[in-house]
C-alpha cells in the first residue's frame, strides 16, 4: 500500500523483477483471529517508555481506514477488526494501554500523525522515502503488489490501455502512473486507472466487470481473489515486495516504544500468532525496525 472486505507487469524493468519475498498465500479465506491481543499483559519497564501525556492518557489515537480485509476493517458491531488490527491492540496493551479508533479515509491518516492530531497511523501503510520526509515507521510485516483479473482476462505483460482497478493515493497507484507514463513516452494509450477511496470498492469495481483487473497489497488482493466466489483469479507473482510501518509523528516521542513493544511481542510469540490466526504469516519479521522501507 497499501493502503478490504472484498474485494491484476507491464513492459518495464519491474516486470521482470516478480520476487516472492514477504508473500502471503490465502488460498482460502482466513475466519479471522480470537483477538490474541486481549491476552496481552502489560510490561512495566517498555511502558516506562512512554510520553508522560500518552501513559496519563492510558490510550493510543489510532488512525484506520477500516475496509481493508483481512489487515483491518468493520466487523458486523462495527469494531475495527483484522489481524493489522489485532497487532495494534496487542502492542497497545503491552504499553498497559487501550486504543482508540479513529476511522478515516486512508490518505487523511498520514497527515493527521504528522500534525499531532493522532498518535499513530495503523493502516497498512507501506514505508517509503517519500513517507519519510513527513513521518517516521515502525516496520513490522513485509507485503508487495499483487494483480487480480477476471476470471476470463488474459494474463498481460503491459498495462497500457487496460483498465485496473485500485485505491487511490497508495502505492498501487504510485505503480501504475509509472507504467502509464512509460506508456505514453512509448506512443501508446495511459493506463486507464480506475481509481476508488476505498480497497473494498476498487474490488467491487473489478468483480462487478467494472475493470478486467485489479491491484493492490498482496494479502489483500489474495483474500479478496479468495472472497469472490470465483468472478477473480490471481494474476502473477508478488512483486515489489515492502515493510509495512506503523506511522508515528517525525522525531516523536512514540517511537522507541512503539518499536520496542512489537519487538516483545515478537520474540514472546504473540506476533506469529496473531498472523497464524489470519493466514498471513508469510510476511512475518523476525525484528521490528525503523524506516527499513
Known sequence: MRRKSLVAPLALAAAAAFVLTGCVNNEEAPTGGSSAGGSVSADDKLAALLPDDVAKSGVLKIGVDASYAPNEFEADDGSVTGWDAELAEAVAAKLGLKVEWEKSLFDAILPKVAGGT???????????????????????????????????????????????????????????????????????????????????????????????????????????????????????????????????????????AIQAAMQALIDDGTYEDILAEWGVEGGAVDEATINAG
Open 118 to 256: 493522532l498518535d499513530l497511523g495503523w493502516s497498512s501503510f507501506t514505508d517509503n522515502p517519500e513517507r519519510q520526509a513527513q513521518v517516521d515507521f515502525v516496520d513490522y510485516y513485509n507485503a508487495g503488489l499483487q494483480f487480480a483479473k477476471g476470471k476470463d482476462a488474459e494474463d498481460l505483460t503491459e498495462w497500457c490501455g487496460v483498465t485496473v482497478a485500485i485505491q487511490a493515493s497508495t502505492t498501487s497507484e504510485q505503480y501504475l502512473q509509472d507504467a502509464s507514463d512509460a506508456c505514453v513516452a512509448e506512443g501508446k494509450a495511459a493506463v486507464d486507472m480506475l481509481k476508488s477511496d476505498g480497497q473494498d470498492e476498487a474490488t467491487n469495481n473489478a468483480v462487478l466487470g467494472r475493470a478486467d483487473y485489479l491491484l493492490g497489497d498482496s494479502p489483500i488482493i489474495q483474500y479478496g481473489v479468495a472472497q469472490s466466489e470465483d468472478k477473480l483469479v490471481l494474476s502473477g507473482d508478488v512483486f515489489d515486495a515492502a515493510p509495512y510501518g506503523v506511522v508515528i509523528e517525525k522525531d516523536g516521542d512514540l517511537l522507541e
